[in-house]
Structures are given as structure tokens and as C-alpha cells.
């Protein structure tokens, strides 16, 4: 297990950036910047179809083919370099165009959760398929092709030297793809990256995540006879459960804000059979990696106590792990000026009717958003969550946005984002982020001393002892990792 020591001190600094001050890029005049958005408008048809086509084909981490397909086909055909398999992952893909200048980036996602089909109605009903896009990676994927591709077209037609980047990421519901590009070293020329997620408002505000690690501890005992011979039989359900146990108690005893959640895999087989196998499944979060990283160590050292106790044994594989998303105010701040001229959308009467059905099955809100409304610019906000996007905005200048694709009050990973990822009013939504991050990336590419301003702000972040180390290790990507064993 890697040390923490040098991890240690990365989060302090942010502490420190109490006020950023806004740093002027240069903004497209409104001439052009309406030409790139009437670029987009005329991508959306191709947009909506590509949304539409993942939603359906609601495929789970690794197993994209088909959504990775057709994202791969919408690039290459608009005339991008596009390298499929990128650090061993067969979905994962790279697409590029251009060349020199700054290198701007933008990522697709496209994966979809198990349990979670859906129908694009009002009303919980499953698809019956395995998986449904409960959040949004399908309009993910699309808008980030759709401001890739209109970039692609403004660079051309304005003869200006800059490459945009796409990189295709799948899993990144627990197969942190992007942590693997990393790692690897694929981003390390990237200037910036503009990143966006479904949701259910229209905000540039930039969030802290939490960073994570996951893991399965896997139990060994001796199989016997529970009735007739239980002395000869070592229970490996006994030391999965003792294990549980003396992490529960861990939990008054951890730094604040510490998230610790686990799932039994295996119990065993049946009752009248000692169980020789038994698997947990962990995860443990904190907005300090190193805290993340400690607790951990010491969550694997309580699985050692369980075997010791139950003489069993026991192995660990760490499954996944990322940084929490680092905030970068320069950027985000560029991003909210494009999102305010972009500006949210409006319901027809259909969809206001479909929203209102949806909205009255959600929890009571105290505030509620509208999809014509840009929230407000908020600094040091913190989300509880985590993506995989951390250790790019670790290592990278990065930006995130939001857009109201879903019902306000909707929560992702639920069946009410899944039905509204599949509606008109998660292609409006996306819509939103496409013209947004394309004015941003526009923007970027002629303004150097932004880029400059946003790269100060990330060593700033790091601290001065930053070394990026994955939290996932050494282990290679877990291709297998959504397989029923
Ligand atoms: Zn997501």
C-alpha cells in the first residue's frame, strides 16, 4: 500500500483561494458567438438522434459497443482522427483534430446503471432491459460530440490553430476510465478541459467532490457440514460480517465528512453448508484524497482482524478510485458568462405537463429551478458525489457545468432522471451544454492568458508537494467489473 504522506497536504491550499479574480478572456463578439450557436442549432437533429440511439441502448461500464460506435461515427465523419481502444479499454476512444495551438478538450460519456430501465414517461415503469440512463450519460455523450464537432467546423472556417480534443470515456459509473487516461499520460498537453454533467438545473458553479476508493474483500474459510460437523468448518460469512462490524464502529472514530457504504456480494450458498467464500464490496469517501486513502488502510487492516478472528483468510482487490473533482474559478467563470448568453430553455405545454406529473413524485423542495433560469455563480460549493473527472481536474485546468435536463428536485440514478434522459427535455438540456461549451472552448482558444490564469489557479490547488498518484494503483482497468459472477 502506497503512502499517504506525500498526498497529505494537497487540499490545504484550497482553503486559501478564497477569491479568484475573474480573469478576462476574450469573448467572442455577438456576431460570431451567434454563429456558433446557430452551428450548434443545426447539429441538434444529429444530436437529438445519437441521445436517443444510447438511451436505448442503455449498455452498462465496458460494454458501450454500440453507444461507443455510433459517438465514434459522428466524430470520424465530421472529419476527426478517431483512435478507438485508448489505454486498453476496448470502448474508450480519442478523437482529434486540428493541430498546435492550445489543445482544448472535452469528454463523452455513455454509460448506463443497472437495475435502472426506464420508460420516457411520467410514471416508474421498466423497460425490462438491464440498465437505463439514469444519469444522463447518454446526452452526455451526444452534447460533448455535438460542441466538439461545431469547434471543429468554427477552427476550420476561421483558419485558427488549435486542436480539440475528445476523449471518449466509458464506465464511468465505477470503471473510472478517465483515471486509466491519467495514469497514462493522455492529457498531459491538454491545456484545459471542459467538462459537463446532466442535472437538474442550469449552473456553472464549480464543486468540490469527494475523491474515493472501492474494493472487495474477499473471504476464504474451510466448507463443512453446518449440523453434523460445524468444528471442521471455518465460516467465511462469519469474518465478511465481523469485518461489517468492526467498520461500523470505525465510523464514530473517522475524520468528519467520511462516507463509508458496502454491499455483501456472496454470503455463501446455503445454510446447512459452513460457507467457504464470502465477498464485500466498499467503498470509502472524503473530500482529501488522503483521508480517503487512509481510512482505506485502515478498513483493509479490520478485514485482517476479521480473517484472524474466524480463521479465514482474506484478499483485496481495489476495484476503482478517483480524486474529488478540483474546482477551477477561472474557467468556471468563462463558462458562466457563455451559459448566461446561451441562456436555459422553455417547456412547451407537453413537456410542462410531463414535468408537473414527474415533480409531483419527488420530495418537497424548499428552492426550486426552472429550466429558463442560470443559477447563480457560487464559489466553495461541495458536492457529495464523486467522478471520475477528479484526477483530470487534478492534473489538468477543468470546468464543469450543469443543465436543467431533468425535472427540478430530481436526483441522479433514479428512474425519474432515466424517463427525462429519454425526452425532448434532456435533448433541450443538452442542447444548453453543447452551446456552452462550445462559446467556452472558443473562447479559450483565443484568449492564451486565460488558459495561463486557469493552469496558476490549478498549481495553486495542488500545493506545492503535489504528486499525482492514482487511487486506484497499479491495477489494470476492470473490463469484467459489471459481469454478474
Ligand atoms: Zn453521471
Redesign the pocket.
Known amino acids: 500500500m502506497r503512502s499517504i504522506s506525500v498526498l497529505r497536504p494537497l487540499l490545504l491550499p484550497i482553503l486559501l483561494l478564497a477569491g479568484t479574480a475573474p480573469v478576462s478572456a476574450k469573448p467572442l463578439s455577438d456576431a460570431e458567438a451567434e454563429k456558433l450557436e446557430a452551428s450548434v442549432d443545426a447539429l441538434s437533429p444529429k444530436l437529438s438522434t445519437i441521445a436517443h440511439d444510447v438511451w436505448n441502448y442503455a449498455e452498462i461500464g465496458f460494454k458501450e459497443t454500440k453507444s461507443s460506435a455510433e459517438l465514434q461515427k459522428a466524430l470520424h465523419d465530421a472529419g476527426f482522427h478517431v483512435e478507438p481502444g485508448i489505454s486498453g479499454i476496448p470502448t474508450a476512444f480519442l478523437a482529434s483534430s486540428g493541430s498546435g495551438g492550445p489543445v482544448i478538450a472535452l469528454l463523452a460519456?455513455f454509460d448506463a446503471l443497472p437495475g435502472l430501465s426506464q420508460a420516457a414517461i411520467p410514471e416508474q415503469k421498466s423497460l425490462g432491459a438491464i440498465a437505463g440512463h439514469a444519469?444522463?450519460?447518454n446526452l452526455?455523450g451526444a452534447a460533448s460530440v455535438t460542441a466538439a464537432i461545431a469547434l471543429k467546423q468554427w477552427l476550420d472556417q476561421n483558419h485558427i490553430k488549435g486542436t480539440i480534443r475528445l476523449y471518449g470515456s466509458p464506465a464511468?459509473?465505477g470503471g473510472f476510465s478517465k483515471v486509466y487516461f491519467v495514469r497514462d499520460g493522455l492529457l498531459k498537453d491538454v491545456d484545459a478541459v471542459l467538462s459537463w454533467?446532466?442535472g437538474d438545473a442550469n449552473t456553472a458553479s464549480q464543486a468540490q467532490l469527494l475523491s474515493v476508493i472501492s474494493g472487495k474483500f474477499r473471504f476464504k474459510g474451510i466448507a463443512s457440514h453446518a449440523a453434523v460437523a460445524p468444528e471442521r468448518g471455518r465460516s467465511a460469512l462469519d469474518a465478511v460480517e465481523i469485518h461489517d462490524v468492526s467498520v461500523n464502529f470505525m465510523r464514530q472514530h473517522v475524520p468528519e465528512g467520511t462516507r463509508i457504504h458496502y454491499v455483501i456480494t456472496d454470503g455463501g450458498d446455503q445454510p446447512n453448508i459452513v460457507p467457504a467464500h464470502a465477498e464485500s464490496f466498499y467503498y470509502v469517501r472524503n473530500y482529501d484524497p488522503a483521508i480517503t486513502q487512509d481510512v482505506w488502510d485502515r478498513v483493509q487492516k479490520a478485514a485482517q482482524g476479521a480473517a484472524l478472528a474466524t480463521g479465514t483468510s482474506v484478499s483485496v482487490e481495489v476495484v476503482g478510485g478517483s480524486y474529488g473533482d478540483l474546482p477551477n474559478d477561472t474557467l468556471g467563470r468563462i463558462v458562466y458568462a457563455n451559459l448566461k448568453r446561451v441562456g436555459g430553455f422553455s417547456y412547451t405545454p407537453q413537456e410542462a405537463a410531463y414535468a408537473a406529473t414527474i415533480a409531483a413524485t419527488l420530495p418537497a423542495q424548499r428552492v426550486k429551478s426552472s429550466p429558463e433560469e442560470v443559477a447563480p455563480y457560487e464559489q466553495g460549493h461541495k458536492v457529495p458525489a464523486s467522478?471520475d473527472v477528479g484526477d483530470i481536474s487534478w492534473t489538468v485546468p477543468t470546468s464543469s457545468l450543469g443543465t436543467a435536463t431533468w425535472i427540478s428536485g430530481t436526483s441522479?440514478?433514479t428512474w425519474q432522471a432515466a424517463s427525462a434522459s429519454g425526452t425532448s427535455i434532456g435533448v433541450k438540456g443538452a442542447i444548453v451544454a453543447a452551446k456552452t461549451l462550445a462559446l467556452t472552448g472558443a473562447e479559450l482558444f483565443l484568449s492564451p492568458d486565460a488558459l495561463a490564469a486557469a493552469k496558476a489557479e490549478l498549481t495553486q490547488r495542488q500545493g506545492s508537494d503535489f504528486i499525482y498518484r492514482p487511487l486506484l494503483g497499479d491495477r489494470k482497468p476492470p473490463l469484467d467489473y459489471t459481469d454478474k459472477k
Open positions: 460519456e444519469c444522463g450519460h452526455l464511468e459509473e454533467h446532466p467522478s441522479p440514478h
